[in-house]
């Protein structure tokens, strides 16, 4: 690997925009990298120039290596360390290896043109992620900034937000910021129609008046999922997750997935949060896969049967067993991975699961609750409650 590389932010203002800081490190440069497009907004000159093959991340590594010992410049789009390739180059070589010019980014200039205060809106990246990871940020008086993979994602995200009752949010779209070709296009997303230049960013103010209230804190409600039955119901969810103790960037094991509730209240949590979810029905997993799309979140579906499809997976923090608790070596096989610090939590509504949760209470210790849900229903003309199944939930910290 090289001992330094230098990474020079650069906007849709090309080489007039760039500092003379950054200017002389393209000029220096004896091999330069970057897009097409970044590559032609710089100046031609002897430095062997590399536009960025797909997939870069399989092939960043081998390039960099190839060219060691040479003066290297990265291009990149805006701040290179805010969704850009600075990071991963970090990653790679070290923070002492890379040189970071930073330009403002497409974040900042859009929130100046819109007059927003950076700290107070949401940035979502769709650059290279389904529009569906919008999902969780739809909340009312939500302001975000979404990054777009294209001339197409602003339709995509108009059609988004007024599946979810949201059409009357103010919707801005800002094509190539800070050049001279700069264009803002304001309306509401019911009423966008235009046509959107590729290089692009999206600034929505959320507004949906009578729209359903679909927050990241958990107990969403049961309409919410598609489900056979297979569903850790609403109340019960929401106690399950505060013993699970989300924690951002940790990783949770959903054993015995089912509707996928717990993996996907998990995953709303905070976008660097992870989950895998068991399942051994080829059918609930295809519906967890759904289930987890529609509300915005992305969930490694493993289908297989524990305890034998554990095997391989990555250490978690936390593990849920919503089914198959029963099966011989589930419970061990899950607390044997578990991380040092890391959360069990098992639900139970049969007397065999019951029985095997107070040995293993017996021998762990934790913490044993036995939640039981009534629902008010009409009985005649009148209203009567009727009970649900109850659940134990033991819960132990490892």
């Known amino acids: 690997m090289p001992e330094s ?4 932010g650069i906007g849709a203002d090309g080489w007039e925009g760039l500092s003379p800081a950054a ?3 393209v000029r220096s440069a004896e091999v330069l990298m970057g897009s097409v497009r970044q590559l032609g907004l710089v100046p031609e000159d002897t430095a062997e120039r590399i536009s960025w093959p797909s997939p870069l991340s399989e092939s960043l590594p081998g390039l960099l290596a190839e060219h060691q010992g040479s003066r290297i410049c990265v291009l990149a789009s805006g701040d290179p360390t805010f969704h850009g390739i600075g990071t991963t180059l970090t990653r790679l070589l070290g923070a002492e290896a890379v040189r970071v010019i930073p330009h403002p980014s497409s974040v900042s200039l859009a929130c100046s043109r819109l007059g927003w205060p950076q700290d107070q ?3 979502v990246s769709l650059v290279g992620y389904p529009v569906e990871l919008v999902h969780p940020h739809i909340q009312p008086g939500r302001r975000l900034v979404i990054l777009s993979w294209g001339a197409h994602t602003p339709a995509e995200v108009a059609e988004l ?3 979810r009752g949201y ?3 103010e919707f801005t779209v800002l094509e190539q910021l800070g050049s001279t070709n700069e264009v803002v296009k304001k309306t509401v997303a019911k009423d966008w129609t235009n046509t959107a230049d590729p290089l692009n960013v999206i600034g929505v103010l959320c507004r949906g008046e009578g729209a359903e209230l679909l927050p990241t804190t958990p107990g969403l409600p049961d309409s919410a999922y598609e489900s056979d039955g297979q569903l850790t119901k609403r109340e019960v969810r929401a106690v399950t997750l505060s013993r699970l103790a989300p ?3 940790q990783l949770l094991w959903d054993v015995g997935g089912g509707a996928g509730s717990i993996a996907i209240e998990w995953l709303r949590h905070h976008p660097s949060c992870r989950a895998v979810a068991i399942e051994r029905d080829p059918d609930r997993a295809k519906r967890l896969d759904r289930n987890a799309a529609t509300l915005g979140v992305a969930v490694r579906t493993v289908v297989g049967e524990a305890p034998s499809a554990l ?3 990555e250490a978690p923090d936390a593990v849920f067993v919503g089914g198959g608790a029963t099966v011989p070596g589930v419970i061990e096989s899950c607390w044997d991975a578990l991380r040092p610090g890391g959360r069990l939590v098992v639900n139970g509504v049969t007397l065999e699961t019951e029985a095997l949760i107070a040995n293993w209470y017996a021998e762990l210790g934790g913490d044993l609750v036995r939640l039981s849900v009534q629902r008010a229903s009409p009985v005649g003309g009148m209203t009567g409650w ?3 199944m109850p659940v134990t939930i033991w819960s132990v910290t490892k």
């Open 23 to 25: 200017q002389e490190a």
């Open 386 to 388: 009727r009970p649900a």
């Open 121 to 123: 809106v949401q940035v």
């Open 161 to 163: 937000l007024i599946a």
């Open 311 to 313: 095997k391989d997976l």
């Open 167 to 169: 059409g009357d949010s």
């Open 5 to 8: 590389v230098t990474v020079v």
């Open 247 to 249: 924690v951002p960037g």
